[in-house]
């Protein structure tokens, strides 16, 4: 984990410092001027590059929207640019977690192992809370809307009413030199059985495991984890699971953010 020091974000300086942040929440937003950080990679992912995230300050209040490409650049990161993320946990009928592989077209952490699914909700009406009940709602939708691009999952089978919202994480990571995550994460659980049709451009392998099985993944040197699914299985996930049946109202709608960074 990077312990960079950054300067505090606020609505009233986020346009001087982020000329490339729209401080009106819409669905058009000013894209960075600069084609070649995106050189040689695919180009579906290059497209998805232009996704409106939703810009934050430190205590989640949305003060703008940017583009993911915007959000991703650890030059930006380094400066403070953060931005509001889900990680979604979902576990089938036998309390197995369902993992993906990242892609190799991923610009931000390929070929890595990874919780079900990891994305952003996006800033367009629907998506943006500018409280705790609406933006949960807001990452609900953004997680039916990505589980269905990534994996192929119906929404019919993962409603909303059937997420549960446990948490944020305020972490920053970096993905090479040139990309990264600076991300207020929503961690949501679902139980569901679901059938997958795997959007290869998104990920290359799954798997459901049970709790002891990913402990034993971790154990496997050839294998690469997201750092946001390590940081959250090496403090929090474990206590979790073992709640799943029961007792996991305890560390639901928790109002506080973790800091992690």
């Keep these: 984990m990077s312990t960079t020091t950054t300067q505090t974000i606020t609505a009233e300086n986020v346009i001087h410092l982020f000329p490339e942040v729209d401080s009106q929440l819409a669905s058009s937003h000013r894209t960075s001027t600069s084609t070649n950080d995106l050189e040689g990679y695919d180009e ?3 497209r998805l590059m ?3 995230c939703i810009v934050l300050d430190r205590d989640d209040k949305p003060i703008g929207s940017a583009s993911k ?3 991703h650049l650890m030059t930006n990161i380094n ?3 953060l931005h509001r993320a889900f990680s979604v946990f979902l ?3 036998k309390n197995r977690l369902l993992l993906q592989q990242r892609a190799s077209e991923k610009i931000t952490f390929p070929d890595m192992w990874t919780n079900t699914c990891c994305s952003h909700p996006l800033g367009v009406p629907g998506e943006t809370g500018a409280d705790l009940e609406t933006a949960v709602i807001g990452v609900k939708r953004a997680a ?4 269905w691009h990534e994996l192929g999952i119906k929404k019919e089978q993962v409603p909303l009413e059937d997420f549960r919202f446990l948490t944020r994480i305020h972490y920053l990571a970096p993905s090479d030199g040139k990309w990264g995550e600076h991300e207020i994460d929503y961690i949501l659980f679902i ?3 679901v059938d997958l049709e795997v959007n290869p451009n998104e990920a290359q392998d799954t798997r459901y495991v049970s709790a002891d099985g990913l402990r034993t993944m971790f154990k496997d040197e050839k294998l690469k984890f997201t750092p946001w699914f390590k940081l959250i299985c090496e403090t929090l996930l474990f206590e979790w699971w073992e709640h799943l049946n029961g007792g996991l109202e305890k560390y639901m709608n928790d109002a506080e ?5």
């Design 44 to 46: 579906e992912q290059i």
């Design 50 to 52: 232009d996704e409106v």
């Design 69 to 71: 490409k915007v959000c």
């Design 79 to 81: 400066s403070g640019l």
């Design 91 to 93: 576990f089938d009928s």
């Design 144 to 147: 039916q809307r990505k589980l």
């Design 191 to 193: 139980k569901a059985d």
């Design 257 to 261: 953010i973790k800091r992690m960074c």
